[in-house]
């Protein structure tokens, strides 16, 4: 999981730069989505978990 998120970090940030770089706004757009799922990766995985867990206990 933690792994996910540095990887979606950095992808986001080089995206970021190449398409500022480029005036790209199409790939500017892309960084930023990147950027809003490495922030809430780890959330939606506990979350997904939980309720996995959950059902099977069942």
Do not use: P, W
């Not at 979606?8 to 500017?28: D, E, F, Q, S």
């Amino acid at each position: 999981m933690l792994i996910l998120q540095v990887l979606l970090l950095v992808a986001g940030l080089v995206a970021l730069v190449i398409g500022y770089r480029k005036h790209n706004r199409n790939l500017m757009l892309a960084a930023a989505l990147a950027l809003l799922v490495a922030g809430s990766v780890s959330e939606v995985v506990s979350g997904f978990n939980a309720s996995r867990a959950q059902h099977e206990a069942q």
